[in-house]
């Protein structure tokens, strides 16, 4: 049995801890209050250090697992859900780094190499997700570095750690949608109630009616106000939580992709392929091979080139 955390607190962080210091370094356990659909002014470099669960960045709905990174642009709306069974806790959970524009922006204006910074942190207002395991192993190790440093010291090694990710190449954007075309701090806020409740209920049959019943809305409202703080309309949004969790199933084990369909709360096999198609653009047999495939080359990273050779 798992249990996703319910989210209580204002969708808008204020940090209002910089104490006159350039960056923000901070870890959090789960569950935490922290963890809510939200979004700052501020970016954020945020590394998953433990468990596994449901990432929503804009409008992009995803896996994590241990050792995932990611950076948000400002008042791009994200949050990461943890999958875990029922009175676990996780002590430490996140990672974090919190810096702003004026940051950069005044830094640059003196040390001009930091300008090479810039066409990632534009990026970063979609989400990005950094796939290279050899650059996530250093950035793992300059996470703990800022973490267990101060000052000088812990600025070096942070922006070490952006020189880092910018020369990356390998990596996702996320969102389809940037933060200033998603719905202000009120309706996001709201909208936090409704999410929280389709993360408890995604897996059964869970029409438009019951959630806007939850929130006391009419149906056509709640259909609006939901889009405009997602950027999904409401079917659309269930459909792809669903299909991220059939991406999981159909990586993570051998149930039969008929078992898979059902678990991730869809009623019938043609729906289901039919969306699988539409959303990964394949079917989801072979999204199961390439994900099998995918696993065994950062399991054995020189079988590929060992095959390649001997062709």
């Known amino acids: 049995m798992t249990r996703l955390a319910r989210a209580t607190d204002p969708s808008y962080e204020?940090?209002?801890d910089h104490n006159g210091l350039s960056i923000i370094y901070r870890q959090h356990g789960f569950p935490c209050p922290l963890v809510r659909w939200h979004f700052h002014k501020e970016y954020e470099l945020h590394l998953i250090v433990a468990s596994s669960g449901k990432v929503f960045v804009g409008d992009y709905i995803g896996n994590f697992y241990p050792d995932t990174l990611f950076l948000t642009g400002p008042n791009l709306p994200h949050n990461w859900i943890s999958q875990i069974t029922e009175g676990e806790v996780i002590s430490t959970r996140d990672m974090l780094v919190n810096f702003t524009d004026?940051?950069?922006?005044?830094?640059?204006s003196v040390f001009t190499e930091l300008?090479?910074?810039t066409p990632m942190l534009e990026r970063s207002h979609y989400g990005i997700e950094f796939r290279c395991k050899a650059t996530l192993r250093k950035a793992v190790d300059l996470m703990q570095c800022i973490a267990s440093s101060t000052g000088v010291t812990r600025l070096g090694h942070f922006l070490i750690l952006l020189e880092l990710l910018a020369d990356c190449d390998d990596y996702q954007l996320l969102s389809g949608v940037m933060a200033g075309q998603l719905a202000d701090e009120q309706t996001i806020d709201r909208t936090n109630r409704a999410v929280d409740y389709i993360f408890s209920h995604?897996?059964?049959e869970l029409p438009l009616e019951e959630v806007a019943a939850y929130m006391g809305m009419k149906p056509t409202y709640f259909s609006r106000v939901f889009k405009q703080a997602t950027g999904r309309c409401f079917i659309e949004f269930v459909n792809r939580l669903r299909i991220s969790k059939s991406c999981e199933l159909l990586a993570d084990g051998e149930k039969p992709v008929t078992d898979v369909c059902f678990?991730?709360?869809?009623?019938?096999?043609?729906?289901?392929?039919?969306?699988?198609?539409?959303l990964k653009g394949m079917t989801p047999s072979h999204y199961r091979r390439l994900a099998v495939q995918r696993l065994t080359e950062q399991n054995h990273p020189g079988l590929n080139e060992r095959l390649r050779s001997a062709k």
Request: glycine residues 6%; aromatic residues 12%; without cysteine.
């Open 263 to 278: 678990e991730s709360g869809f009623n019938n096999i043609s729906n289901f392929n039919r969306r699988f198609q539409q």
């Open 102 to 108: 004026e940051l950069l922006e005044g830094a640059a």
């Open 202 to 204: 995604y897996a059964r």
């Open 14 to 16: 204020l940090m209002d």
């Open 115 to 117: 300008k090479t910074l």
